[in-house]
């Protein structure tokens, strides 16, 4: 078994073969967004130094800042006790979120019920 082989069998994907990956500014600490990971994209990443993520929806991967510009250089990746969730540090290069903000995480629980369709 190849080292590559050995750390990908010791991750836990959920059932569709994904893993949850939280990308978090490496220098200021703010969680800036939460996607999906498969195995290839994590080697997409580690190899072009860029988060690289699986979408869900489109069934692809996608590099994150392909088309916006903004896109997120990988700093580090750590994993959880429980090897079932990615944390990527980064550095991003504008906005994370497709609003224009700097991160997902910009709207309280709230504001949300209060309007959910806003974005």
């Known amino acids: 078994m190849t080292l590559e082989a050995a750390w990908l069998s010791a991750i836990k994907w959920n059932e ?23 195995a290839e994209s994590l080697k ?14 489109r069934a692809k991967l996608w590099r994150k800042g392909e088309t916006s510009g903004n ?13 079932d969730t990615l944390l990527l ?17 910009f709207r309280e629980l709230d504001e949300f019920i209060a309007e959910p369709k806003r974005y």
């Open 44 to 57: 997409r990443t580690l190899e072009l130094r860029q988060a690289v993520f699986w979408s869900r929806r």
């Open 71 to 83: 896109a997120l250089t990988l700093k580090e990746i750590r994993i959880d006790c429980d090897a």
């Open 89 to 105: 540090l980064v550095e991003p290069a504008g906005p994370t979120c497709h609003t224009n903000a700097e991160s997902c995480f």
């Open 16 to 38: 569709h073969g994904l893993i949850p990956a939280i990308a978090q500014d490496a220098q200021s600490g703010e969680v800036l967004m939460l996607a999906f990971m498969n």
